[in-house]
């Protein structure tokens, strides 16, 4: 069974910039590796994955343009650099793993994390 752990969330005031970083026990297997945030009153969403061995990456349209996910092999993790940051970009974010390919659909995953929250005030 794999293990994700986050770390990285914290406030910034908006059009700051967070790093979120997910160490993930299958790191060296091919796994979609994702990151679904969730607000309260809201739906979760996708917000981005990387295939970790073929490295392709989807980005969600709300957040295209300013997160990158990568990997970050130094770390055997996988990181979402984030960057001018909105009020709307508050919300939980979960660290998500499933094996083989790549969904947007939040169920398709199968091992979460417990999240990181990222908070975007003034």
């Known amino acids: 069974q794999a293990r994700l752990v986050e770390s990285g969330g914290g406030s910034v005031q908006p059009g700051g910039s967070l790093r979120l970083s997910c160490v993930s026990s299958a790191y060296s297997y091919r796994t979609c590796v994702g990151w679904i945030r969730q607000a309260p009153g809201q739906e979760r969403e996708v917000v981005a994955w990387?295939?970790?061995?073929?490295?392709?990456?989807y980005h969600a349209d709300s957040v295209k343009g300013r997160f990158t996910i990568s990997q970050d092999i130094s770390q055997k993790a996988v990181g979402l650099q984030m960057e001018s940051l909105k009020p709307e970009d508050t919300a939980m974010y979960y660290c998500v793993l499933r094996w083989g390919y790549c969904y947007t659909d939040p169920s398709r995953f199968q091992y979460w994390g417990r999240g990181t929250q990222v908070t975007v005030s003034s």
């Open positions: 990387i295939n970790t061995v073929g490295g392709g990456t």
